[in-house]
């Protein structure tokens, strides 16, 4: 089945610093969706990108859909404490289609903002 | 306008008990799913439905599984009997027509003990 593998799997930094996260497949996507989950809560849709090559941004994140559409990564610029969380990329899950959009996660990457 | 609303937040159940997660999608988005993630894993897809019907059910782990969502409102899913390996969180989401927008619950964490 299809597999998204993200990296890093954690990652621990200081208020302020850029972080950076990306996510492969072995399939071609044609979407790419970022997610994050704070403590407790579900996750929340970040970013979306629907065309290869993309780069979008929200605030401090930017995200890009890779141009082989294989590959995306996530960037967080100036990171501040709420930035803590889980961060998931997602794809169309297998035989996803209009009406069943179902998704396929990554792993998820776990941001710790060491004080 | 309220989220989705699950129930209870947490669950910790004897192995071979019987558990049922209750979903309250938002009101009118007739899309409902249910997503798991185990233990530093992914989150996975479990099903799909779309007012009372089972879209897809692709992802339902065995039969010891049942999803049910009687007049196209909330949603249960009920596991019988539980097994160790059932531990984890799972997520309901809903989102009204077409897309990957989804608006998740804040999940049930199920722990079989």
């Known amino acids: 089945g299809q597999q998204l593998n993200q990296s890093p799997q954690s990652m621990f930094i200081q208020e302020g610093e850029d972080v950076s996260m990306n996510c492969t497949s072995s399939s071609i996507f044609n979407t790419w969706l970022w997610y994050k989950q704070d403590p407790g809560e579900g996750p929340v849709l970040l970013i979306a990108?629907?065309?290869?090559?993309e780069l979008t941004s929200n605030g401090r994140l930017t995200a890009q859909f890779g141009i082989t559409r294989k590959d995306s990564f996530l960037n967080i610029s100036a990171s501040i404490p709420s930035d803590v969380g889980i961060y998931f990329c997602?794809?169309?899950?297998?035989?996803?289609?209009?009406?069943?959009?179902?998704?396929?996660f990554g792993t998820g990457t776990r941001l710790t903002i060491i004080p | 306008e309220a989220g989705v609303t699950q129930f209870p937040s947490h669950s910790v159940i004897e192995k071979g008990q019987t558990v049922t997660l209750r979903c309250d999608p938002i009101s009118g988005h007739d899309n409902l799913y249910w997503y798991r993630r185990v233990m530093g894993k992914e989150i996975k897809f479990l099903l799909h439905f779309v007012k009372e019907s089972k879209q897809d059910e692709s992802g339902m782990p065995n039969n010891r599984f049942l999803a049910e969502r009687t007049g196209g409102t909330y949603s249960t899913l009920k596991v019988q009997p539980a097994e160790l390996e059932d531990s984890g969180v799972y997520f309901c989401?809903?989102?009204?027509?077409?897309?990957?927008?989804?608006?998740f619950g804040s999940g049930t964490r199920l722990t079989v003990v």
């Open positions: 989401a809903s989102r009204p027509g077409g897309g990957y927008g989804y608006t």
């Open positions: 997602a794809g169309p899950g297998y035989r996803s289609n209009f009406g069943n959009e179902k998704l396929t």
């Open positions: 990108l629907y065309k290869a090559g």
